[in-house]
């Protein structure tokens, strides 16, 4: 049976002198998002990378575990396969001088699958994210798609292998409003559509509000509180939860 619970178990990261990440455990469910929102620099993209063990240089993970349905896994054996990724700012995320159709026909490859019936794949992946004329995008370059289309490839890309669970880390930061609700759209269908469990990083909780089941707030490293996204905005406990809260509210109320 395929796995339902991704799980960080207890994870510390530090970068040689100081402590970056303290004692995190999350399980993402399948079919259900967990938001993660929290202070800048607070380590919530460190925990995400942590995942898939794509930490940065410098930084070490000196304690924790991933678990799929409770059994410790080797996180590198998670990427792409069973675990996607999104990340913010896609511009980068490309090689600028390979076309939309050779980034997934590379990311196809991995799986053994090539020419027509990698087309045709690549093609599915590209409708599903809400483009129309899939062939016409995959025969375009990097620079000459938007941002929104951009962040829709790379959700597509990230889907090419059919993962169980999806990482998006501030996956609509930098785009224009209407263009965040398509993605929100998108991601909500995903998860309904397909069962993917996704972990949603945001500093946005309108983003958190319209999407998530439960809430984990990161501050200086450490959970602070975790609990459903409705008692989160109703009844914050952690004085940083409460000022997360306050400042939606200022901003949207
Ligand atoms: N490569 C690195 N080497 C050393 N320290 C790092 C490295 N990357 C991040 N950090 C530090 O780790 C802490 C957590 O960073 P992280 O990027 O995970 O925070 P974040 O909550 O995702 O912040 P933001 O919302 O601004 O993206 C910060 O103090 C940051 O300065």
Redesign the pocket.
Known sequence: MSPRALSLLALHLH?GEHA??RDVSLTIRRGKVLGLV??????????TLAILDLL????KRVAGLVALDSQPVEPATLRGRIVGLVQQAPRGGFNPLVSIGRHFLETLACDGLRGAPAWEKMQGLLAEVGFERPAEIASLYPSQLSGGMLQRVMLALALARDPLFLLAD?PTTDLDLVVQARLLDLLEALVQRRGIGLLL?T?DLSVIARLADTVAV?DQ?RIVELQSAHNLFEDPAHPRAQALVAAHRALYA
């Open positions: 970068d970056l990440v929290g202070t800048s620099g607070g380590g919530k993209s460190l925990t940065p240089p410098g930084v501030e990083v500093h990161m490293g």
